[in-house]
């Protein structure tokens, strides 16, 4: 199973962006996705997650200005990012809860990280 992430870069505060993830591989199910992200000198921290279901969980340093969505046909997660702010910028990674079989564990698995850069 793979995950790989998109869409970071540099943008200037007030701007957007959009993150992608997209998870490949032997999938039965995905039971949750989120995003992570983890800025120079501090520990990783949970920025959004979405069940399968689409119940979402934010940050409450985010709530307002990111949505968190996804799209169940093509096993992918979105991070639509607006209103950036220079305390945003981290390496953002996707992650998702997933089955590999009708029975069976759930499985943990991170993306590769992409970095966003929020500076003028």
């Known amino acids: 199973v793979q995950l790989q992430a998109s869409g970071g870069g540099l943008v200037q505060p007030g701007e957007s962006l959009r993150l992608s993830c997209a998870a490949s591989?032997?999938?039965?199910?995905?039971?949750?996705m989120g995003w992570y992200r983890q800025a120079p000198g501090k520990q990783r921290e949970l920025v959004a997650t979405i069940t399968s279901a689409g119940s979402t969980n934010y940050a409450d340093s985010v709530k307002g200005r990111f949505t968190i969505s996804r799209d169940n046909a093509k096993n992918t997660v979105y991070l639509q990012m607006n209103s950036l702010k220079p305390e945003d910028t981290a390496v953002y990674y996707c992650n998702a809860l997933l089955t590999r079989a009708i029975t069976g564990p759930v499985y943990n698995y991170w993306g590769q990280g992409t970095l966003v850069t929020v500076s003028s």
């Open positions: 591989g032997s999938i039965f199910s995905i039971n949750a």
